[in-house]
Nanobody, 116 residues
Framework: VQLVESGGGLVQPGGSLRLSCTAS????????MSWYRQGPGKERELVAT????????NYADSVKGRFTISRDNAKNTVYLQMNSLKPEDTAVYFC??????????WGQGTQVTVSS
């Protein structure tokens, strides 16, 4: 199982970024996917989840209305569009499959820094 996140970077407050995560080693289209983040000195927190075909989506209250999760099962890729970014969104972002048997697999993450 491999999870490769990309798209992070340094952005000013109010800016946007689009994160991508490409997965391999399991049947991507059969499982929901989530984005998590871990800020400096903080615990890892759930940001957004999307079901296997995208019909059910949930967001943390802190990102609702600003972030959009989506997926392309043909490309084994899940995305996180992040708009109106705030300094408190600064974190390493990880994608993670929701399947219980895949619970120990994590990618390297992608760093998002929101700063002027």
């Amino acid at each position: 199982v491999q999870l490769v996140e990309s798209g992070g970077g340094l952005v000013q407050p109010g800016g946007s970024l689009r994160l991508s995560c490409t997965a391999s080693g399991f049947t991507f289209s059969s499982y929901g996917m989530s984005w998590y983040r871990q800020g400096p000195g903080k615990e890892r927190e759930l940001v957004a989840t999307i079901s296997n075909v995208g019909g059910v989506i949930n967001y943390a209250d802190s990102v609702k209305g600003r972030f959009t999760i989506s997926r392309d099962n043909a490309k084994n890729t899940v995305y996180l569009q992040m708009n109106s970014l705030k300094p408190e969104d600064t974190a390493v972002y990880f994608c993670h499959p929701t399947a219980w048997y895949l619970r120990d697999y994590w990618g390297q993450g992608t760093q998002v820094t929101v700063s002027s």
